[in-house]
């Protein structure tokens, strides 16, 4: 009857033990000025996503010489146009600001699935085991050796182009959601092996509680570190996937994306360099920073760097 007492003690100093994790884990980023670097360039150009869903659209370029007129206005003579115009007349910095907010759509949006998937999978594999978790693991392993970009760029042409334009950065999105759920899945699985034989988890199991709650409850918020950082890496890849997409032309036109910005400003990049430049500045900065926020989130997380 004692033991019954001291099991929900355990869990409760072992809880209080993770919540002072974090905050431990939150001081050491504080001192990663790499880290601090990423989260800056990272909320500046969420800012930037958000503020342009309240911008208006940009115009179509297909119509952009019809109703404005191509002015090819050199850049930095006019405060009205700070990075200059596209021959068509539309802004730069405009263009930027509504590409902030559809690719850090694609990029959050398709993390946000392959998590979701990744984490269920790799929770499942890891937990139960048996055949199930051998079943699983081979299709991971499956989705993970597939030529993700060839598949990517195969069902875009397929939907996006054919099928659905108007909705073309939804079904990217879903599209690199899910193909990049293995990885996730993958270190959830490794994870979960080394957490399901401590103390808490069975002394939880000793409680007879259900695997459900064991999983939600007492594994999953143990195992979230490495999830974080894989993400912070993973948002990036998929604007940089995006990118890639949207300038060999299998993203839908209507759509604003650096991409897009980039393909339409290679062909003036002569006479109007600045209109493929700082489009691309912009993904350079916004992929170091979610790259400098990853490797700060490793530092502060991973406990064997713990001083």
Same mark, same amino acid.
């Given at each position: ?40 360039? #990272? ?25 404005? *007129? ?20 539309? +802004? #730069? ?9 559809? +690719? ?21 594999? *890891? ?115 995006? #990118?890639?997409?949207?300038?060999? *032309? ?48 490793? +530092? ?8």
């Amino acid at each position: 009857m004692q033991e019954e007492v001291q099991l929900p003690r355990q869990h409760e100093v072992h809880a209080q033990r993770g919540a002072g994790q974090w905050a431990v884990a939150w001081r050491r980023f504080k001192r990663n000025r790499s880290g601090l670097g990423g989260l800056v360039m #990272v909320a500046f150009f969420g800012a930037l996503a958000f503020y342009g869903l309240f911008l208006d659209p940009v115009p179509a370029r297909f119509y952009g010489c019809l109703y404005q *007129g191509c002015t090819n206005v050199a850049a930095f003579t006019d405060w009205a146009h700070p990075l200059g115009t596209e021959p068509s007349g539309i +802004d #730069v910095w405009q263009e930027i600001i509504h590409g902030s907010s559809g +690719d850090l759509y694609v990029g959050v949006g398709a993390t946000l699935i392959s998590i979701v998937i990744g984490l269920a999978i790799g929770a499942v594999a *890891g937990y139960r085991g048996g055949v199930l978790g051998a079943l699983l693991l081979g299709v991971t392993q499956i989705f993970f050796t597939l030529p993700v970009l060839v598949f990517i760029l195969l069902f875009a042409r397929i939907f996006v182009l054919q099928v659905a334009q108007g909705l073309g950065l939804t079904l990217i999105v879903l599209i690199l959601g899910l193909f990049g759920w293995p990885t996730i899945a993958f270190i959830v699985r490794g994870e979960i092996f080394r957490v399901r034989e401590l103390e808490y988890i069975q002394a939880s199991k000793a409680l007879g509680a259900s695997s459900q709650r064991i999983l939600l409850r007492h594994i999953v918020p143990n195992i979230l570190s490495p999830i974080i950082v894989v993400s912070s890496l993973l948002v990036a890849a998929n604007i940089l996937t995006e #990118v890639v997409i949207s300038f060999l *032309g299998f993203s839908d036109p209507s759509a604003s994306t650096w991409g897009l910005i980039l393909e339409e400003g290679l062909q003036y990049v002569r006479s109007s360099w600045w209109v493929s430049f700082f489009p691309g500045i912009a993904v350079v900065f916004c992929v170091l920073g979610f790259n400098l926020l990853g490797d700060g989130l490793s +530092d502060a997380l991973n406990p064997r760097l713990r001083e």
